[in-house]
C-alpha cells in the first residue's frame, strides 16, 4: 500500500472515468438504470483526484495509490460539521453500497476521525458517518446536519476504533430506503433508519483530521451506465 500501483492501459481507462463523472452537474438528478453500475477508485494517478469536489483543493492529493487528506483546510461549514470533504461526482444516490480501505495518518487522541459522508444535499444538509477513538456525544456516530450543528442519531456506542499506527481498515457503508449500516472490519458498527435527507452526494473525509482511503468501491442503481466502464473491480 505504500507503493503506487500502475496497470497497463491505465491512461485510457482514467480518461474514460473522469469524462463519466466529470460531465456530472453538481445537484444534477439521479438516473437509473436497469442494474447496480459499480464504479472503482484505486488511486493510481493524480487524475482520478478531478472525479471528486472537496473543500479545500490544497488539502487533497492522490499519493502514493491512495486518496490524502494533510489535514484540515480554510473551509469553514456553515454549521458545526467536518471541516473536509471530498464528493464524488455522481448523481444524487439514493440506495447504495460503499466500501472504501481508510488509514488514519494523525496522532493517537479521543476524537482521532475519519468519516463517510452520504445523503449530501448541500453544505448545509447531510449525513456523516463518524469513525473515532473514542465514543461521546459529538464522535464516533452517525450524524445529520439539517440546517443546524449535527446531531447524532444513535445513544453513545460503547467502544470506538482502533485505528492503531500504519494500520489499514476497511469500511462497508450501506443505505437502504431509510435505513443505515456502517462495517468497520467486518464488524456492525452502527445501524439506524432515518429519513430526514433522501437521496444525495457520497463523500469521503474528516472532522478535522488526517488520513487516506483507497480501494473504493461503490455501487447503486441510482449511478448512470457507463460510469464503471473500465473500472475493474
Not at 480518461?15 to 488511486?43: E, T
Not at 440506495?95 to 493517537?108: C, I, M, P, R, Y
Not at 443546524?148 to 469500511?171: I, N, Q, S, Y
Request: hydrophobic share 40%; proline share 6%.
Amino acid at each position: 500500500m505504500t507503493e503506487a500501483r500502475t496497470r497497463a492501459g491505465h491512461a485510457p481507462r482514467i480518461a474514460r472515468l473522469i469524462a463519466a463523472l466529470g460531465s456530472l452537474a453538481v445537484g444534477c438528478s439521479s438516473v437509473q438504470s436497469a442494474a447496480p453500475q459499480d464504479l472503482a477508485l484505486d488511486f493510481d494517478s493524480a487524475e482520478e483526484l478531478a472525479g471528486f469536489l472537496v473543500t479545500d483543493e490544497a488539502m487533497w492529493r492522490v499519493h502514493e495509490g491512495s486518496l490524502e487528506l494533510l489535514g484540515k483546510g480554510a473551509y469553514q461549514p456553515p454549521h458545526r460539521s467536518p471541516h473536509s470533504i471530498a464528493l464524488l461526482r455522481t448523481p444524487d444516490l439514493g440506495d447504495f453500497v460503499l466500501e472504501v480501505d481508510l488509514l488514519q495518518t494523525g496522532h493517537e487522541y479521543g476524537h482521532r476521525d475519519l468519516c463517510l459522508v452520504f445523503g449530501h444535499q448541500d453544505p448545509a444538509n447531510f449525513y456523516y458517518v463518524h469513525l473515532a477513538t473514542t465514543p461521546d456525544p459529538n464522535a464516533h456516530n452517525v450524524f445529520v446536519v439539517d440546517d443546524a450543528d449535527r446531531r447524532p442519531l444513535l445513544p453513545v456506542p460503547a467502544v470506538g476504533v482502533d485505528w492503531g499506527t500504519g494500520r489499514w481498515h476497511h469500511a462497508r457503508l450501506e443505505r437502504t430506503g431509510a435505513r443505515v449500516s456502517l462495517h468497520f472490519d467486518g464488524d456492525l458498527v452502527h445501524e439506524v433508519e432515518d429519513g430526514t435527507h433522501g437521496a444525495g452526494r457520497i463523500g469521503l473525509g474528516s472532522f478535522d483530521d488526517q488520513g487516506r482511503f483507497d480501494r473504493l468501491r461503490l455501487s447503486s442503481p441510482d449511478l448512470p451506465a457507463g460510469v464503471g466502464d473500465g473500472c475493474d473491480l
